[in-house]
């Protein structure tokens, strides 16, 4: 079975930072785009970052541009995303992802979320 476990999740106050990790098992991760998407209180789900395991190639949403790191172990099939500086409006259900594609429409599989809360 395709299992993606994301954790480290938790309540933050604005300007601190969280890494959030999804350990990723029952498919080939180096081959897949493992993406983290987040969910804030009546918004749509939206991407904040991808990372291809297999070449390091990443993409970042402008809203966490510097502020935010993804990074992959290719070892240990796990994708960590570093957040800093983080701000009320980062507050979401993150979500991690597998797919073909760095996009909503193009993953096939989702954890089940890890909710960050930042304080203002």
């Known amino acids: 079975d395709v299992q993606l476990q994301a954790s480290g999740g938790g309540l933050v106050r604005t300007g601190g930072s969280l890494r959030l990790s999804c350990a990723a098992s029952?498919?080939?991760?180096?081959?897949?785009?493992i993406g983290w998407f987040r969910q804030g209180p009546g918004k749509e789900r939206k991407l904040v970052a991808c990372?291809?395991?297999?070449?390091?190639?990443?993409r970042y949403d402008d809203s966490v541009k510097r502020r935010a790191t993804i990074s992959s172990d290719n070892a240990k099939n796990t994708v960590y995303l570093q957040m800093d500086n983080l701000l009320p409006e980062d507050t979401a259900v993150y979500y991690c992802s597998a797919g073909a594609y760095c996009g909503l429409e193009d993953m096939d599989y989702w954890g089940k979320g890890t909710l960050v809360t930042v304080s203002s």
């Open positions: 990372i291809t395991p297999d070449d390091g190639n990443t």
């Open positions: 029952g498919f080939t991760f180096d081959d897949s785009v």
